[in-house]
């Protein structure tokens, strides 16, 4: 029987040591007499330099040129030629809340030295249209698509259809195609309005 108690002596002595229990331990109070809990700085998940991506397969990434823990990551877009070096895509920059950043591009594809020394990428072609663009073809005037975007990495236009009903061009956002460049300036001719 004494050893069991010699046994659940040293075992309380030891959780009071370890400092699992708050028995005798107040904690800090502030002026309105509430406990004061004390925040810990998460560090950044990127450092300046960092090249990062959505998806690992995406030939489009962000540089991260500068980091305030208070803004955020402040980046550059970039895109990969043909041999892997990655280059300024446009003038595309902007600066983004860590939390939102990290959450969004997960992938890290790489760093380079010096973030602001980038080749810029000149196009090898230029896209006929851009985001808001209604065309048509030639024959049909009435039906035709709103451009949503261009992916140059893909050389592809996202689109919609749309189509003139009592004056007003129509067409639903959520409904997303894509077609290559050459596709979609060959069929559809003739720039009618921007939206």
Request: glycine residues 8%; charged residues 20%; contains cysteine.
């Amino acid at each position: 029987m004494r050893r069991y108690w010699a046994i659940l002596m040293i075992l309380v002595l030891c959780i009071s040591i370890s400092g699992c229990t708050q028995f005798g331990k107040t904690g800090k109070t502030g002026a309105s007499g509430q406990t004061v809990v004390p925040t810990t700085n998460v560090p950044p998940q990127y450092a300046v330099g960092d090249i990062v991506k959505k998806d690992p397969a995406s030939s489009m990434g962000r540089v991260i040129q500068d980091f305030n823990p208070t803004r955020g990551y402040q980046w550059r877009t970039i895109i990969f030629d043909d041999y892997g070096r990655p280059m300024y895509y446009g003038t595309e920059k902007g600066t983004t809340k860590v939390a939102a950043f990290e959450n969004e591009y997960r992938y890290k594809a790489g760093t380079v030295a010096n973030p602001y020394d980038l080749t810029e990428l000149k196009p090898a072609y230029k896209p006929k249209y851009k985001a808001g663009d209604i065309v048509t073809e030639v024959n049909n005037p009435l039906e035709g698509i709103i451009i949503l975007g261009y992916d140059y990495s893909r050389d592809a236009y996202s689109y919609s259809y749309a189509d003139k009903r009592m004056g007003i061009w129509n067409y639903n956002a959520q409904e997303n195609y894509s077609q290559s460049r050459a596709t979609v300036e060959g069929k559809y001719t003739k720039k009618v309005t921007t939206i």
